[in-house]
Every structure is written in structure tokens, then in C-alpha cells.
């Protein structure tokens, strides 16, 4: 954590002794002068963890004032610097909330000595708070173990750079876990017991995200009552997450680029650069690279980011991990959702495995939880599935024999049997549909405007269909050679 600490002292010579007391690494000191009565209210807006000041400059009664200072949202701790001993003012300070009260005499040594205690306590409670906000659950590389050769040659490269400051580049579909492989990274690297701050960049107004990054000073702007800490500052030693980094604005990536060539940030209404130590992630679904073309992405930030890039699969492309993923999300909810489930079965889990899940490994981890829930026995079968799921696999299974081809009764699946025919009739058009859709994806290597002419229906409807099955053109794009 980067401290931020106001002196407010009238005094030139105790002054200058808590100047060079408070001159450590990781503290930014800013120094209010005069006797103004103005002064204490200054500081009291200001945005900062500690405020020490002088027992005369603080508006009576005293007490109170530090009191109702520290009822104040983001309130500073308080020290108090008294030119001489009372005991019960002693007292009634620390029991309204302040943090210690020095006699202004002291050696430098020991002041210097009360100051590192008071930061670090500081520095702890932060950090606690940042543990809070992770979570139990802290992802570890470990979550990523896989049997599928696409994810183990990319996780042999991802263990190359845990112990790097290298700036990362995550890219992969929505789903794939971006986000849990960068906290993973940071978890297990040297920068692990500090901050890691994630800002979404494609949730804030553009008119708020520089403000949220880099923080503002007090009236910077209409409505900024108040200076503002950045996440930038936050992640301090630690760790910044920039996920949806091609949304960020065009003007917005230069200031980046400006901190990861200077490792400075410069406020919003401030003219003082701040020096911090924050290793950079980002991540995108998106083409960055088209991006940069098209010029919406600068082209020196993309490589200045990317120093190393890391794609993560999709889970389509390893399918051989379906079967330990279910089996690891079940364990996983198993307590949670209080049913019963220990297992899945063989058709369920077939299922699965031939699905094209577009959701990626998000998707599944959602599926599963509802599945669970809806489960009447101890394992997940078919019908506990979503029907998207189930009709693309019922796709697989027998079809009903062409005109003029003798009906084998033993073809016919043993549930139909068990179901009206209404519901079969249903199935088995559903199942139609599938197939055709998708021989005729296969056919016009997933060209959306073509298989609709083919098929004699609008693109729309097309989509719809699409949407309704489970298909996605980009997978019958990538099934030919020619693609």
C-alpha cells in the first residue's frame, strides 16, 4: 500500500523532525503550513491514511473533532503532536479514536520507530481487506491441471512467467477463466500477500474510468467533493487486472502506456506524478490485433501489454477435461446445494462431452449447479439437463430410416417407449432439425447467408434456429482445412 500522510504542524522544529521521521519508502507526505482554523478542514477532506497534527490546530472540542473524523467514510487515522504531557487529554483522545499522541520532543529515532508501527498497522488492515475481497477460495495453477495436450503445453508456459514482472496479455473466448488464471498467477508469484485489484474496463462510463484508474483530486471535476485514491494506487506492490482492455478508450490507453514505460500515474486534476510498483495483467475477448488495424487499439500499448500473450483454450478444444471438470464441480456443490449428487451418468455426461459449449467453462460450472438442483437421485442423468444440451445429444442417436427402408422396431430407443407420442413426435423433429442444420453448416463451411438460401429460411430465423440448438457457425468454420 502506497501511504499517503498530511502534516499539519505550526511548529518549525518539531516540523521538520516528523518530516525526516516520515521520509520511508512507499509514503507520500504532503505538508499543509500556516495557522489558518481553514487548514484542519482542508486536511479533513483530503484523502490520506493518516493525518498528524498539532494539538492547537485542531478546532475544539478537540475530542469531538477527532471523533466525528473518524465517523467519516475512508476516515484517516489521527496523531496528535502536544508541546506538553496531559494525561486525561491523553485519555479522552485515544477513547475518541485517535490513533496516538506524541509529544512533539521526541528523538528522531523514536518517532521515526512509532510511525513504521503505525503504517504497517495500516498497511495490514488494507491488506486484510483485500483478503476479504478474494475470497476463501483463491484460484491456484493446480485449478488448471488438465489431461488435454492443448491446455498442458499452454500451462507450461503460463508457470515460465509466475515469478516474472512482465506485463501479461490473457486472451480467450468469455468463460474461459481469464480473470481466475490471472489471480492464480498472482497467488503464486512474489507478489502474492499484496493487493490484486480487477477493474472491469468495459463496465465504467468513459467519463468515470479515468477517475477509477489513476483517482482525481478534490475538484477536478463537477461532483468530486473529495481526492480519491485510483486502482492503480490500491494495487500498490500488488497486482492490477484490466479485463475488457479493448474497451478502454482510446485516450485512456495512452495514460497507460505513459505507466508502463514510466511507471507513473498522474491523477485526474493533478500536476504531480506518482511513482508506483504494479504489475499489469489485461485481458480481452476480443481481436486485439484487428483492433489495432482498425486503429481503436493502440498498436504500441498491444505490444507494450502483450509481452507475453497467453490464449487460453476453449473448452471445445479440450474435451478430454470434461469428464474431471464435472466430476470437480460436483464435489464442489455437493455441500452447497444440500442434495444428494454424487455422480453423473454415462449418457449425461456423453453429453457433455459433445457439446459446443460457446459459454465455455463458465457455462459448465452453471450448468452443473442447476443440474444438481434439479437432480431427483443421487447422479445427474439426461433430463437434468437443459434441452440444448440433451437435443444435441439426442442428435447422435438413431434416425428414423429414409422412404422405402424396412422399419427395424429394434432401432427404436427403449424411452420413447415410455413417453406419449406427442412428446416423441417433438424429439424426434427437434433432432431433425439438428442434423440438418448442422450437415448443412458442414456443407457451406458455417457461411450463415448460404445455408440460409439452402435451407429457404431469413438469416434471422436462421440464427434463431442456431441459438435454439447449440450451433455455432465458427465451429463448422474450423472443421474444414479450407476454413
Not at 484517516?76 to 483522545?93: L, M, N, P, Q, Y
Not at 478474494?134 to 491446455?151: C, E, I, K
Request: hydrophobic share 45%.
Amino acid at each position: 500500500m502506497l501511504a499517503r500522510i498530511i502534516l499539519l504542524v505550526d511548529e518549525p522544529e518539531p516540523r521538520d523532525a516528523l518530516q525526516a521521521a516520515l521520509a520511508q519508502p512507499d509514503v507520500m507526505l504532503h505538508t499543509l503550513k500556516g495557522r489558518s482554523s481553514r487548514l484542519w478542514e482542508r486536511a479533513a477532506r483530503e484523502t490520506c491514511d493518516l493525518i498528524v497534527v498539532s494539538r492547537s490546530l485542531i478546532p475544539e472540542p478537540a475530542a469531538e473533532t477527532i471523533r466525528l473524523l473518524g465517523g467519516l467514510p475512508d476516515a484517516a487515522g489521527v496523531v496528535v503532536i502536544t508541546e506538553k504531557e496531559d494525561a486525561d487529554e491523553r485519555a479522552s483522545f485515544l477513547a475518541a479514536g485517535c490513533e496516538a499522541v506524541l509529544f512533539g520532543g521526541l528523538p528522531g529515532e523514536k518517532l521515526r520507530a512509532v510511525f513504521t508501527a503505525l503504517l504497517d498497522k495500516r498497511r495490514a488492515l488494507a491488506d486484510r481487506g483485500f483478503a476479504v475481497a478474494r475470497g476463501p477460495a483463491q484460484p491456484r495453477l493446480t485449478d488448471f491441471v488438465s489431461a488435454s495436450p492443448a491446455m498442458q503445453t499452454f500451462m507450461s508456459v503460463v508457470r515460465r512467467v509466475v515469478n516474472s514482472d512482465a506485463s501479461l496479455l490473457i486472451l480467450g473466448e468469455t468463460g474461459v477463466g481469464k480473470e481466475r488464471l490471472a489471480r492464480a498467477i498472482h497467488a503464486e508469484g512474489p507478489r502474492a500477500l499484496c493487493p490484486f485489484v480487477a477493474v472491469n474496463c468495459g463496465a465504467l462510463p468513459e467519463a468515470l474510468l479515468e477517475s477509477e484508474l489513476f483517482g482525481h483530486e478534490e475538484g477536478a471535476f463537477t461532483g468530486a467533493t473529495r481526492a480519491r485514491r485510483g486502482m492503480f494506487e490500491l494495487a500498490h506492490r500488488g497486482t492490477i487486472f484490466l479485463d475488457e482492455i479493448g474497451e478502454m478508450p482510446y485516450h485512456l490507453q495512452v495514460k497507460l502506456l505513459r505507466f508502463l514505460q514510466e511507471h507513473e500515474i498522474q491523477a485526474v486534476g493533478s500536476e504531480k506524478p506518482i511513482a508506483l510498483d504494479v504489475r499489469v495483467m489485461a485481458a480481452s475477448n476480443r481481436d486485439l490485433l484487428a483492433d489495432v488495424e482498425a486503429n481503436r487499439f493502440r498498436r504500441d500499448l498491444y505490444y507494450r501489454l502483450g509481452v507475453v500473450t497467453l490464449t487460453i483454450p476453449p473448452l471445445r478444444e479440450r474435451r478430454e477435461d470434461i469428464p474431471a471438470l464435472v466430476e470437480s464441480y460436483i464435489d464442489y456443490f455437493a455441500p452447497r446445494v444440500g442434495r444428494g449428487v454424487i455422480g453423473i451418468s454415462d449418457d449425461a455426461l456423453d453429453a457433455l462431452a459433445n457439446y459446443s459449449w460457446p459459454g465455455n467453462v463458465r457455462e459448465l460450472i452453471n450448468l452443473i449447479e442447476r443440474a444438481m438442483l434439479l437432480c431427483s437421485g443421487d447422479a445427474i442423468t439426461l433430463n437434468d439437463l437443459p434441452e440444448s444440451v440433451g437435443r444435441r445429444h439426442a442428435g447422435r442417436g438413431p434416425l428414423l430410416p429414409s422412404p422405402g427402408q424396412p422399419l427395424d422396431v429394434q432401432e427404436v430407443p427403449p424411452e420413447w417407449l415410455e413417453k406419449p407420442l406427442r412428446e416423441v413426435r417433438e424429439a424426434v423433429l427437434r433432432r431433425f432439425e439438428q442434423l440438418y442444420l448442422s450437415a448443412l453448416l458442414e456443407a457451406t463451411n458455417g457461411r450463415v447467408g448460404e445455408t440460409a438460401r439452402r435451407a429457404g429460411l431469413q438469416p434471422r430465423s436462421l440464427y434463431e434456429k442456431m441459438r435454439l440448438h447449440g450451433l455455432r457457425k465458427e465451429d463448422f468454420k474450423r472443421s474444414r482445412p479450407d476454413a
